[in-house]
């Protein structure tokens, strides 16, 4: 069982940067790959960026790449999303998950979610 809880959501100005945390509980932290979706109101959750337990293996979603970046660090059980250069479209709460093995782009395949972060950028 792993168990897991965002936080560093908030209101950001256009441009700007926002760094989102995910702490997870359980000894097997580092067996899992991890990754992070958002959603938006009225839309579907979708694929954000994913790291292997390694950290060696990540994978980010077109609209991202070169802004965000996705990190771990086994020792705090902890995954993170540093975001920058902000966009309204980037408006949405964004989820941590956690599955076991491989890393995956799809979120049908993770087994554990956190509660979501609200994450709001002003024009």
């Known amino acids: 069982q792993v168990q897991l809880v965002e936080s560093g959501g908030g209101l950001v100005q256009a441009g700007g940067s926002l760094r989102l945390s995910c702490a997870a509980s359980?000894?097997?932290?580092?067996?899992?790959?991890m990754g992070w979706f958002r959603q938006a109101p009225g839309k579907e959750r979708e694929f954000v960026a994913t790291i292997s337990w390694s950290g060696g293996n990540r994978l980010y979603a077109d609209s991202v790449k070169g802004r965000f970046t996705i990190s771990r660090d086994n020792a705090k059980n902890t995954v993170y999303l540093q975001m920058n250069s902000l966009k309204p479209e980037d408006t949405a709460v964004y989820y941590c998950?956690?599955?076991?093995?491989?890393?995956?782009?799809?979120?049908?395949?993770?087994?554990?979610w956190g509660q979501g972060t609200q994450v709001t950028v002003s024009s």
């Open positions: 998950a956690a599955v076991k093995g491989v890393v995956t782009i799809l979120k049908g395949e993770y087994e554990y």
């Open positions: 359980g000894r097997t932290f580092s067996s899992y790959a």
